[in-house]
């Protein structure tokens, strides 16, 4: 413990080198940074040499639990100090594997050594808020002339492609509320899943009977299946918005 009590002295702030973005699930979002494992181990390798303690990640399958568990240990002369943890696998890829490694991998060592590698994100993604990595944004020398912006760039097509009679947004001669949505790409990249459902149900309720209601599911048919496939946990929720109008409609006279 004097060893480690020497490192710590010498280890000073870990870099937080990835930005994560959280979408709560009521209210604005935020964005909070952490560090990756390699940026923790080149925080404290060094000082845990200088000192002669050395540490060690091991993987090992317990048949009793039927579960893999991550054992990460701090070594000094015959001295050591221990922690073993599951890992928790939601399938049996190896790449599913691997992340769950890595994951324990930075919480266990970080915990051993007593630094702080993450900025408290206020337990969203314990509450199931959802959490969206950023991409850094690369860095450039300003430009002596600052020049015009660009005009936004359009949404890159659905994977899944639309009936040909609906090429434009809105179909001719019927309730205009009938249009095919857009999905809009936000600053990371990814499609905004969630503001393109909040505007599909909004126009739903909009609508005057059932039929005007399968027309625009008809229309949507292409971003209502991609948001299925990319976003299912967004998709169940309009499902089940989805629902209560088509029962709306059912009630009416």
């Known amino acids: 413990m004097t060893a480690l009590a020497k490192a710590q002295g010498q280890i000073g702030d870990i870099e937080r080198d990835r930005t994560v973005k959280v979408q709560s699930r009521s209210g604005p979002g935020y964005e909070f940074k952490y560090a990756t494992l390699s940026a923790i181990i080149k925080g404290i390798k060094k000082p845990l040499s200088d ?3 050395s540490y060690t990640q091991v993987i090992s ?14 070594h000094y002369e015959n001295e050591f100090i221990s922690s073993s943890c599951p890992l928790i696998l939601t399938d ?30 206020d337990a969203n993604a314990a509450d199931g808020n959802e959490v ?12 002596p002339i600052k020049p015009p912006p ?3 760039k359009r949404p890159s097509p659905d994977p899944i492609k639309e009936p040909e009679h609906y090429n434009q947004n ?6 205009p509320m009938i249009r095919k949505i857009d999905v809009d790409v ?37 971003p209502l299946k991609n948001m299925e496939i990319n976003a299912p946990r967004m998709f169940a929720n309009l499902s089940v918005s989805l629902i209560k109008v088509r029962k709306s409609f059912e009630r009416q006279p």
């Open 150 to 152: 660009e005009p936004p």
């Open 92 to 121: 049996g890829t190896n790449q599913q594997f691997g992340s769950a490694a890595t994951y324990m991998k930075r919480y266990t060592l970080s915990a051993l050594v007593g630094v702080a590698a993450d900025e408290d994100d």
């Open 132 to 143: 969206k990595e950023m991409k850094a944004a690369p860095v450039r020398a300003p430009d």
């Open 186 to 222: 936000m600053e990371d990249g990814n499609h905004d899943w969630m503001g393109w459902g909040k505007e599909f149900i909004n126009a739903a309720r909009h609508l005057n009977n059932a039929l005007e209601l399968a027309e625009f599911e008809k229309v949507n048919m292409a």
């Open 61 to 74: 399958w317990n048949d009793a639990d039927r579960l893999y568990y991550l054992t990460t240990s701090l």
């Open 51 to 53: 000192n002669g303690i």
């Open 170 to 175: 809105v179909a001719v001669g019927i309730n």
